[in-house]
């Protein structure tokens, strides 16, 4: 079965603290992995895209790591703003389908405190 | 802003009500999806359009109905609803479909109140 896990559920940092976010997945076969930033009451917005090739990618001060071989995927946040408080979804497509199906983990919420 | 509009962006509405939502994508996009999203779950998929033709009805209850007129509109019928389908009801546009190759861009969502 297709899951996409992550963890912690919640998470709370203060404002110019880093921190990593988890994301495990058990999608097969795999075709990319996004981690979306979703403030509150708002869409999500795709921050970084990796293939199966890619091991890091960054915007900024987030930079997304992905092992395919352990199928885990990390998003780590440098220096953290009062701006980054969201939710951050891992979302992972298979090459199999072709309806554009992702699966979608339930999110990390972050809380940055001043 | 992402190209992807919704509205409204709030709605509540009686169990015996009759409304839609409505969503416009301005990217020139072929692929629009409707989700939903409830608390501390993961999104699911609703429906899925290329090129005006649906593709996917995802065990969505009939009491939801989708209408795609042209590639850049999409809305979404809502009939006799339970207090169970107050979520947010977010549109997505993506270039094609493929194999979630392509990004898909999401609209800010409608958030439901069914009472």
């Known amino acids: 079965k297709n899951q996409v896990e992550q963890s912690p559920q919640s998470l709370i940092i203060l404002e110019g603290k880093n921190c990593t976010l988890q994301c495990n997945y058990t999608v097969s076969p795999f075709s990319n992995l996004r981690w979306y930033k979703q403030d509150t009451g708002r869409g999500p917005v795709s921050l970084t895209i990796m293939t199966f090739s890619e091991n890091t990618k960054s915007n900024g001060r987030y930079t997304a790591t992905l092992d395919a071989d352990t199928k885990q995927s990390s998003l780590h946040i440098t220096a953290s703003q009062l701006s980054d408080s969201a939710s951050y979804i891992c979302v992972v497509s298979d090459r199999g389908s072709t309806l554009g199906r992702l699966y979608f983990g339930r999110g990390t919420q972050l809380t940055v405190w001043p | 802003e992402t190209g992807v509009t919704q509205t409204p962006r709030h709605l509540v509405m009686g169990m015996t009500n009759k409304k839609s939502l409505k969503c416009e994508q301005h990217l020139g996009h072929n692929a629009m999806y409707w989700y939903k999203q409830s608390a501390k779950k993961p999104l699911e998929l609703m429906f899925v359009?290329?090129?005006?033709?649906?593709?996917e009805n995802n065990s969505v209850p009939s009491r939801f109905s989708p209408e795609c007129p042209n590639s850049s509109h999409l809305f979404l019928h809502l009939h006799t609803l339970q207090p169970e389908d107050s979520a947010l009801y977010l549109c997505?546009?993506?270039?094609?479909?493929?194999?979630?190759?392509?990004?898909?861009?999401f609209g800010p969502g409608t958030r439901l109140t069914v009472l």
């Open positions: 359009y290329s090129l005006e033709e649906r593709v």
């Open positions: 997505a546009s993506s270039q094609d479909l493929a194999g979630g190759r392509w990004e898909q861009f």
